[in-house]
């Protein structure tokens, strides 16, 4: 509104692909701060199509990823104090979630998993981290389940924290019903050599290689959920194998360092036409 240039504008995903489409005054917002920008960066080639199609200039949108610090998030931040201070015994293994606990991310699927995996493997453990509007209802739904014991709900993990939490588990998972590109999180866990079983959403199979970094499986399906999770748990050599896979792909393709070298050169190039 105040007309000032240069304007950059950067797309998160959600914002882009459900935002518009929830009312008219919400289309036409987006489609004129679309208009407005003199450089648009996202994630995902899905989302930029989405904002071609609701009026932005393909010459504008530049495709830069978020990128993971290698260096920060590593599997040498594995820490062997971890399960004690969850308070879980030494031989758990733990399957992690990230994602906040409101309902585009579904946590409940992983909630109605646990105990399909406890099945086959009895002294797993979940760590479920984040806050929203579903927290309430995810632990009343673990309770009516029988697996309070079995999970641990942490709230928001402070970020500085994150890279142990990632590298002290063994497993991460990933629900979502909608994403841009690769969620933080899931790029996180990757570049900490960790396994992932993530939802056949956005472009995650760009990213994971379904039985190469992990398993993609269908939203909203405990079950499925639950065997790959199960069979991860039960095959150490396969974790550690989908683990370097995944390390190597962040090491090549999302390097932090190297993304922001990407958005430096977007933003020289467009004060050298300003």
């Not at 956005?202 to 990213?207: C, M, P, S, T």
Request: with cysteine; net charge neutral.
């Amino acid at each position: 509104l105040t007309m000032f240039h240069p304007f950059v504008l950067t797309v998160w995903g959600s914002d882009i692909l459900i935002t518009p489409g929830s009312s008219r005054l919400a289309k036409h917002k987006t489609r004129f701060l679309l208009r407005r920008a003199d450089l648009i960066t996202c994630d995902a080639d899905h989302v930029l199509g989405r904002m071609v199609e609701l009026g932005a200039d393909r010459q504008k949108i530049r495709l830069v990823f978020f990128g993971v610090d290698t260096e920060v998030f590593t599997p040498s931040r594995r820490d062997l104090d971890f399960r004690k201070e969850m308070e879980l015994e030494e031989d758990s293994p733990i399957v992690i979630s990230l994602r906040n606990l409101n309902p585009i991310y579904n946590v409940e699927s992983l909630v109605r998993a646990v105990p399909l995996v406890l099945r086959k493997v009895p002294q797993a453990r979940f760590i479920i981290a984040g806050k929203g509007e579903q927290e309430s209802y995810l632990r009343e739904l673990a309770r009516s389940l029988g697996v309070t014991q079995n999970i641990r709900f942490v709230g928001s993990i402070p970020n500085v924290e994150m890279p142990r939490y990632l590298s002290s588990s063994d497993v991460y998972v990933s629900t979502s019903l909608s994403d841009a590109g690769i969620a933080a999180s899931t790029a996180e866990a990757m570049a900490c050599q960790m396994p992932v079983v993530i939802t056949d959403v956005a472009e995650n199979r760009k990213w994971v290689k379904d039985k190469e970094g992990g398993f993609i499986v269908p939203p909203k399906d405990p079950m499925i959920l639950a065997e790959r999770i199960a069979y991860l748990l039960e095959n150490k050599s396969i974790r550690e194998s989908f683990g370097i896979v995944n390390r190597k792909t962040i090491q090549e393709r999302n390097e932090y360092k190297k993304q922001m070298k990407e958005m430096e050169r977007a933003y020289e190039e467009l004060v050298e036409k300003t």
